[in-house]
């Protein structure tokens, strides 16, 4: 079974430029998370999907991040315009309903801002 | 607010030796808590998780223990080998209802050859 997929794997912009990041869950996952870690701090909740509905978003920073998943499977976040603290590693997780609700992560995308 | 600190920050011992790495949490309001690791440039591999009602799980040479009251977990390596060096991190889910995990900052650990 294929584990939760990100892309890319690196992305470096300059400040004020657009980047979205892909995820792909484990097949058959309604739960999507997303995830970062800033320079130095704790990896940090972003949002929370169930299927294709938003159902906690209250880690996201600000209105320059935007989060889909259409059709309830792969989501994208899109930062625009990007600033030099939006610069860490993104992490993915996926989980199942009915179970022990454990979370399984992808292997993050890195983002440098310049 | 759950705060979630794991001490030390880093941790060396030589091979072959038992460790201990400690989790400790302020909101005892948890749902579950998973142990992760992370190798360098990795992604994080779920390695064992509890449930609240729980007190230990097993996984080889990997044994995690809860204290949801004191607000304390360990996760004990037996045995440890250079490729248990990683960072490992400690992530607790509050209670059903809400599934962000809250993350320590994490131990990393090198194992002395």
């Known amino acids: 079974e294929a584990g939760v997929t990100q892309f890319p794997s690196h992305s470096v912009i300059e400040k004020g430029q657009t980047v979205t990041l892909r995820c792909d869950p484990i097949s058959g996952h309604d739960n999507l998370y997303w995830y970062r870690r800033v320079m130095g701090k704790e990896i940090k909740f972003l949002l929370h999907f169930v299927k294709e509905s938003k159902q906690d978003e209250s880690g996201m920073p600000n209105n320059r991040f935007l989060a889909e998943r259409t059709g309830g499977t792969y989501s994208t976040l899109k930062v625009q315009p990007a600033e030099l603290e939006d610069s860490g590693v993104y992490f993915c997780?996926?989980?199942?309903?009915?179970?022990?609700?454990?979370?399984?992560f992808g292997p993050g995308t890195r983002l440098t801002v310049t | 607010k759950q705060e979630v600190t794991q001490i030390p920050a880093a941790l060396s011992v030589p091979e072959g030796e038992n460790l201990v790495l400690n989790c400790s949490f302020t909101d005892s309001a948890i749902y579950n808590l998973q142990w992760f690791r992370q190798d360098p440039g990795k992604g994080l591999t779920s390695l064992l998780l509890?449930?609240?009602?729980?007190r230990e799980q097993t996984s080889g040479r990997l044994n995690a223990s809860l204290d949801k009251s004191s607000g304390r977990s360990t996760l004990y390596i037996a045995a440890s080998q250079p490729g248990d060096s990683a960072t490992y991190l400690c992530?607790?889910?509050?209670?059903?209802?809400?599934?962000?995990?809250?993350f320590g900052t994490g131990t990393r650990l090198t194992i002395i050859p």
């Open positions: 997780a996926s989980s199942a309903f009915g179970q022990s609700y454990e979370q399984y």
């Open positions: 992530a607790v889910r509050p209670n059903f209802g809400n599934e962000k995990l809250t």
């Open positions: 509890i449930q609240s009602s729980q």
